[in-house]
């Protein structure tokens, strides 16, 4: 069964601190990984698919980038309005269409 | 205009009631999903309709039974509603790029 698990669980950082966010997965075959961002009463919102271990996608602070094992979002230079929780999810080539979820990151930045 | 929306927002109800939840999108998305998230925040699929038919089936108890009168719409409808039912309902739907827009959620609480 794929797994998903996401690092850490929460994330307080100071205005302008770069980090980064890790999703490590377990799957047969991986059709593409994605990102979301969940803002508290929302549904998820898309940032990113990657498809292939060496890609790399980028959106304003935001760099998500896929290895064979995992997936990382790095956040530069982070802004309050980026507090978020980031959520990772992987669909599975054959496996019927539906994506698995990690637990997510939840994310505070504060001035 | 709202590409995924949901109604109720909110919707408190006692155990043994039955209750449902519509959703509608505006994108124009052949395939559509119902996922459930709880205390935790983790998000899981529970159903996908592609244009009307039912794809995925998550092992959710039959309590739980979605329509889709067309492909624009995917309800569902919950009998005998019980207490670990109380989460957070969202639907979604998926463009040809695997991309998946979320509604905004239904908050249910079963007391």
């Known amino acids: 069964e794929d797994q998903v698990t996401q690092s850490p669980e929460a994330l307080r950082l100071q205005e302008g601190e770069s980090s980064s966010l890790n999703c490590s997965y377990t799957?047969?075959?991986?059709?593409?990984l994605f990102w979301y961002r969940q803002d508290p009463g929302k549904g998820p919102e898309f940032l990113f698919t990657?498809?292939?271990a060496g890609e790399e996608k980028e959106k304003e602070r935001l760099k998500a980038t896929l290895t064979k094992k995992e997936s990382f979002l790095h956040i530069t230079a982070p802004k309050p309005e980026d507090s978020a929780t980031y959520l990772c999810?992987?669909?599975?080539?054959?496996?019927?269409?539906?994506?698995?979820f990690g637990t997510g990151t939840q994310l505070k930045v504060e001035l | 205009d709202t590409a995924v929306s949901q109604t109720p927002k909110y919707l408190v109800t006692q155990m043994g009631n039955d209750k449902s939840i519509k959703c509608e999108q505006n994108?124009?998305?052949?395939?559509m999903y119902w996922y459930k998230q709880d205390s935790k925040k983790f998000l899981k699929i529970m159903f996908s309709?592609?244009?009307?038919?039912?794809?995925i089936n998550e092992t959710v108890p039959n309590r739980f039974s979605p329509k889709s009168p067309d492909k624009a719409h995917l309800n569902l409808h919950i009998n005998s509603l019980e207490l670990g039912d109380s989460a957070v309902y969202f639907c979604?739907?998926?463009?040809?790029?695997?991309?998946?827009?979320f509604g905004p959620g239904t908050r249910l609480t079963v007391t």
């Open positions: 979604a739907s998926r463009d040809e790029g695997d991309e998946q827009y």
């Open positions: 994108l124009g998305h052949d395939t």
């Open positions: 999810a992987v669909f599975e080539a054959g496996g019927g269409n539906k994506l698995t």
């Open positions: 799957v047969s075959g991986l059709r593409g």
């Open positions: 990657l498809y292939s």
């Open positions: 309709y592609n244009n009307k038919e039912l794809i």
